[in-house]
Every structure is written in structure tokens, then in C-alpha cells.
């Protein structure tokens, strides 16, 4: 894969602007002018070019010339830092580069014709070529901004502008990774980029899935033919990330189609393959935990509501952990381990992560001791609500650590009652205390896609029977397939070559929680143990 660093698209001084305007000038047809026809209207219908407004031409003509010329004075720009530079560092000023990378995103926002597109992204190379410290050291913003611009044009229906865009996002991987041995950033702020691209209702509607798709295996074909880098990690890390967009933007699509579905555990799966591919970025991921919570009680699994702002708070002290240790505060997530062992996934990886305070990921009102808080307030709430008063316990003391170092001693107080409340509850229930109800549920055939073959263990409220679960999941399926769908009433296993591949069936089973052995040492009483009510957890 040979990605073009230097601008070769046109020539500088007075014959290249001679040049320029010969080729944008020149008198006939619009034959000649082929590549200056607008993005934006080639979504119209094909016009005949006598039929085209000879205004109309000549002012997209005009906007072309102004945009090779602003791209040629930048260029002398930059070759004239170039030509008296000392040794490898390019004598330009930061800020002078800096402004330079603004009217650079600039062009790639505004509408412009195939052939600009195509110098725009030529220049854009050739700057991050020669000054890779600008945008991956000082210029976090504009990283951002880049890398959503460069995703956007990588959606486009232009095959151009297209090929364009990917060549400039592996270049950026590419320089990033050689520049600091990694391209963390670049690889968070593109899961950003797309993000925002989905979240954009004016760029919702131009975001092309297919196109995208296709430019995310164009970047990994960049990369398995790449000999330089083809014995480090990097092309396996570019695949990862090619991956993990590609899997985000196909369950972001999924989760549009279950909104209005009967089947709230689909749009919950959907909403946690959602969260862990924002794993790379806290805020997203953070703002998708939020929402599962959200589902959940709305649902009235409070439990698994809990858990989700558990797994938010425990990722929120990972990330200020790195930032300022401070002795109050939760030290990371390995402090909410005994709460649940399913927390240690938030576990940053410093690969990823390498400055979370410049990268402006840790900077919402999430990322503080008051917004810590507050997610451990509600999930305490919450878990005291169904009967979790050993988690009750343990996310008290986390509280009870801030109250401490602040002197809230009211709030001391207030902790203090609740825990004796718990405590009185938990002695009063005793053995009766359920937390929940298990179930196996496989689905097969061909209809359910990557469900096909796939068993799950469903949690559902205490008490609940066999045949109600069964009868639910009856009636959703019947409702989606017809009589294409059957509901299998043995317990058996199941040979798949044995039915019809292209009908749905689901098979429903009750089971009981498995502890291993050193689970058990720990385990005093069978209705007492919380970790039962954890397995289907995050």
C-alpha cells in the first residue's frame, strides 16, 4: 500500500497558477471541467450540460481556483519552513501550523468539488508528514477534528473522495504509531468521531453504512500490505480498531430497528456490545452505561441497574486514579471488586490510555468526586431496593471513605441508619431472602443470524416459573417469525443438524447458579450469597 505524503496535485508559482487557470477556464463544454463538478450535487439527477446555468459554472469554477490558490499559498508555507529547517525539526511555528490545520478542516467541511477534495486531503497528508508533534502532542482538538472529518468523507458515495479520506486516516495511524509507538489517540478519537457521526442528525442521513463499511476494509487491506510495519503489532492493532467500528456502527444501526421492539433483553444486549466497544473512550462509554441503567429500570431489574452504575462509577475511578491519586477517593477499580469481579473489565489499559487529562476524555462533570457520588448513591439505593445488603455494605464504604475526608457528618449519620437498617433486614429474612430466577434459552436457525446457535442464561424476578418465561418468549417469537418459528419444550440437548436450518426455534431450560469451589468457601448461606444475583451481569 503506497499512500501519497506529498502534494503532487499542482505546481506552484505563476505557471502553476497559468496552469490552474487554463485547466478551470478553459472555454467548451463541461467536459473539461469533470472533476470540479460539486459533491453535493452529485446526488441529483444527471443534467444534460447544455441545460446547466452558465453562472452557475462559472461560480463553482470561481470556488475551485480560490480553494487550489489558498492550497497553494499554504504549501509555500510549508516548503519554505521546510527549506530552513534544523535538522529534523521543521523551523514553522506551532501556532502558525496550527492555523494552517484550521483552514485545512475548513475546506474539508465546507462543499467542494472532487479535484479540491483530492489536493485538500493531498496537503492535509503532507502537513501531518512533516509535523506529526503538532497534532499528536499539542493539537488535541484538532486531532478531533480531523479524524471526524476524515470519517465523514470516508461514508461518502464519492469513490474519489473516498479512497481520499482512508489513504489520510491510515497516514494518521501511521504517523501516530511511529511518532509515540502507538496510535491510542488517533484510535480513540476516530470511536469518537463516529460517535458523533451517529449522533448528528445533519450527517446522520450522509453517513453511509455500505461506504463506510467498505473504507473500513480498504484501511485493513493498508495494512496487511504494508512491509515496513509488517512485522510489529500495528497491523493487527488497525484490524482491531477496523473491527471495533465496524461491530459499534452495525449494533448502533440494529439498536434504531429494536427501539419499538417487544424484546427489551435484545435492545439491552445491544446497548452492552454498544458500551464495550466505547471502551477506548470513558465518556462514551460511561453515557451507554447510563442508558442501560436506565433500561433496566424501566424494566424493573433494579439489580442489573445497580451494576451498570456500579461498573460507571468503578470506570470514573479508574481514569481520576491515573489523573491525581487522591486517598479518599476509590483507588482505581480494583477497589470495587468485592462488590463484583465483573468490575475489573473497566480496568484501564495504558496502551490505550496514556494521558486521559490531555486527551480531554476525563473532563465531564462525570469525571469528579461529585459525579462519583452520585452514581454511588443511586446504585446503593438501588441494591438496597432487592435485597443486595452485602453490596449495600460495600458500596457504603466507598461513601463513607468521601464523607470522612469532608467532614459530612450528617451524611455519616445518615449512612450509619441505613446500614442498620440493612443489617436488620437482612437478620429478619434469613433463608427466605430469593434474589432471582435462572434460566437457559438457546436459540437456532438461520433466521436468528448471530444468535444462531448461541445459549444465554436469562435472570428474571424471583419466583418466576418456567411456563411464564416460556409463554413470553412464545409469544414474541410467533409475533416476529410466524409459523416459521418453533418453540422446543424438551429439555434435551439439541443437534443442530437435526432441524430445519431455516426455521427459528428456542429452547428454555430452568438451572440453578454453579459455584466453583472456592466460590463456596466463601458462601455461608444459599439465599444470603450475592454473587448469585451477579452471573448475568456486565
Request: include cysteine.
Amino acid at each position: 500500500a503506497v499512500v501519497s505524503t506529498q502534494s503532487g496535485h499542482y505546481g506552484r508559482g505563476e505557471n502553476m497558477f497559468k496552469a490552474s487557470r487554463t485547466r478551470h477556464f478553459k472555454q467548451g463544454s463541461m467536459e473539461a471541467n469533470t472533476g470540479n463538478r460539486w459533491t453535493r450535487g452529485l446526488n441529483k439527477k444527471s443534467v444534460e450540460a447544455e441545460t446547466v446555468d452558465e453562472e452557475e459554472v462559472s461560480e463553482s469554477l470561481v470556488c475551485a481556483e480560490t480553494s487550489t490558490i489558498t492550497l497553494d499559498t499554504i504549501e509555500l508555507l510549508v516548503e519554505t519552513g521546510s527549506s530552513i529547517s534544523d535538522g529534523d525539526n521543521v523551523n514553522l511555528s506551532s501556532p502558525l501550523v496550527a492555523k494552517i490545520l484550521d483552514v485545512i478542516l475548513l475546506m474539508m467541511s465546507s462543499n467542494q468539488s472532487i479535484h479540491v477534495m483530492k489536493m485538500v486531503f493531498s496537503t492535509q497528508r503532507s502537513i501531518i508528514t512533516k509535523f506529526p508533534h503538532i497534532i499528536f502532542e499539542e493539537e488535541t482538538d484538532q486531532c478531533s477534528s480531523l479524524c471526524y472529518h476524515l470519517l465523514r468523507h470516508c461514508a461518502t458515495f464519492v469513490k474519489e473522495v473516498r479512497e481520499e479520506a482512508v489513504a489520510s486516516i491510515y497516514l494518521l495511524m501511521r504517523q501516530n504509531y511511529e511518532s509515540v509507538g502507538s496510535f491510542s489517540r488517533v484510535k480513540i478519537q476516530l470511536t469518537i468521531a463516529l460517535s458523533r457521526l451517529r449522533s448528528d442528525s445533519s450527517d446522520a442521513t450522509k453517513c453511509n453504512d455500505t461506504y463506510l463499511k467498505k473504507s473500513l476494509i480498504t484501511l485493513q487491506n493498508y495494512a496487511d500490505n504494508d512491509s515496513e510495519l509488517h512485522s510489529t503489532r500495528f497491523p493487527e492493532q488497525v484490524k482491531e480498531v477496523s473491527k471495533n467500528l465496524f461491530m459499534i456502527m452495525r449494533d448502533t444501526v440494529r439498536m434504531k430497528e429494536v427501539k419499538q421492539d417487544k424484546d427489551c433483553a435484545m435492545r439491552i444486549d445491544l446497548m452492552y456490545r454498544i458500551a464495550k466497544g466505547y471502551k477506548n473512550s470513558p465518556a462514551l462509554r460511561i453515557t451507554w452505561l447510563k442508558s442501560m441503567a436506565a433500561e433496566h429500570k424501566l424494566n424493573d431489574n433494579k439489580c442489573e441497574a445497580a451494576m451498570c452504575l456500579i461498573h460507571a462509577a468503578a470506570l470514573i475511578s479508574e481514569y481520576m486514579y491515573m489523573v491525581e491519586s487522591q486517598t479518599q477517593l476509590p483507588q482505581g477499580c480494583i477497589a470495587f471488586e468485592k462488590i463484583s469481579p465483573n468490575v475489573l473489565q473497566e480496568c484501564a489499559i495504558i496502551d490505550d490510555v496514556l494521558k486521559p487529562d490531555e486527551d480531554g476524555m476525563c473532563t465531564g462533570g462525570e469525571f469528579s468526586e461529585k459525579g462519583l457520588e452520585s452514581l454511588l448513591k443511586q446504585s446503593c439505593d438501588l441494591l438496597m431496593e432487592v435485597n443486595m445488603f452485602e453490596c449495600v455494605n460495600e458500596v457504603n464504604k466507598l461513601l463513607m471513605a468521601i464523607y470522612q475526608d469532608s467532614r459530612k457528618n450528617l451524611q455519616l449519620s445518615k449512612i450509619h441508619e441505613k446500614l442498620r437498617n440493612a443489617y436488620d433486614k437482612m437478620h429478619s429474612l434469613g433463608k427466605k431472602r430469593v434474589l432471582g430466577s435462572y434460566f437457559r434459552v438457546a436459540f437456532y436457525g438461520e433466521k436468528f443470524n448471530e444468535l444462531n446457535g448461541v445459549t444465554m442464561i436469562y435472570k428474571e424476578k424471583p419466583f418466576t416459573k418456567l411456563p411464564e418465561i416460556a409463554q413470553r418468549l412464545q409469544s414474541l417469537y410467533l409475533d416476529q417469525f410466524g409459523d416459521d418459528f418453533e418453540f422446543i419444550a424438551d429439555s434435551k440437548r439439541i443437534d443442530p443438524d437435526s432441524i430445519d436450518p431455516y426455521r427459528a426455534y428456542v429452547q428454555v431450560t430452568f438451572v440453578e447458579p454453579y459455584f466453583e469451589p472456592f466460590e463456596k468457601k466463601y458462601k455461608k448461606e444459599k439465599s444470603t450469597d450475592c454473587d448469585s444475583a451477579l452471573i448475568p451481569l456486565l
